[in-house]
């Protein structure tokens, strides 16, 4: 009978600690997908970042042409 109570408290220890190194690598698991994903936005911004300041030099270039050109276009109206 103790031979068979003994074997049962080992199958349940054996069942808890399996189940609670389930939940430990689990947890390790999500924090390392936790840290990929924290690099993955910080690189994300950091390109959306260069992105908008390069729109942003393009966008006063083509302001400068536009208005070179609107001063062409009302000299040549003038001479008309």
Do not use: K
Request: aromatic share 2%; glycine share 12%.
């Amino acid at each position: 009978m103790i031979e068979i109570l003994a074997a049962a408290a080992g199958a349940v220890i054996g069942i808890a600690a399996s189940g609670i190194g389930g939940m430990m690598r689990r947890d390790n698991d999500a924090a390392s997908a936790v840290v990929r994903l924290t690099a993955a936005v910080e690189h994300i911004a950091g390109e959306v970042s260069l992105m908008r300041g390069e729109m942003r030099e393009d966008r006063t270039e083509l302001f400068g042409r536009i208005g070179q050109i609107e001063q062409r276009i009302a000299a040549l109206e003038a001479q008309r």
